[in-house]
Nanobody, 127 residues
């Protein structure tokens, strides 16, 4: 069983920055590809960013490209989401997700690919 705990959410003004962290309680964190998703009120949970097991490849939804950066530290069992130039439309609950895979250089933008989810952290961007 993998437990994921997000932190770093909060209230920020438009144009500001936040850094989300997701700590995983697993011995083999480097065997998991990771993703960040978000869910705004009244909307479905949607893909934000993904990263491969080694961190060598990343992938973003178009609306956050150039503003958000996903990274990971396998020694600390942690994945990060650096969010810059935040906009009110980025307001949502942000979730990290993990998928155990034997493929080293793949990522996924599909919710169904991920077996483990955190409890979420609220990000609110005021205009």
């Amino acid at each position: 069983q993998v437990q994921l705990v997000e932190s770093g959410g909060g209230l920020v003004q438009a144009g500001g920055s936040l850094r989300l962290s997701c700590a995983a309680s697993v011995r083999t964190f480097s065997e998991y590809r990771m993703g960040w998703f978000r869910q705004a009120p009244g909307k479905e949970r949607s893909f934000v960013a993904a990263i491969t097991r080694s961190g060598a490849r990343t992938y973003y939804t178009d609306s956050v490209k150039g503003r958000f950066t996903i990274s990971r530290d396998n020694a600390k069992n942690t994945v990060y989401l650096q969010m810059n130039s935040l906009k009110p439309e980025d307001t949502a609950v942000y979730y990290c997700a993990a998928d155990h895979t034997s493929y080293i250089n793949t990522y996924s933008a599909s919710r169904g690919s991920y077996d483990y989810w955190g409890q979420g952290t609220q990000v609110t961007v005021s205009s």
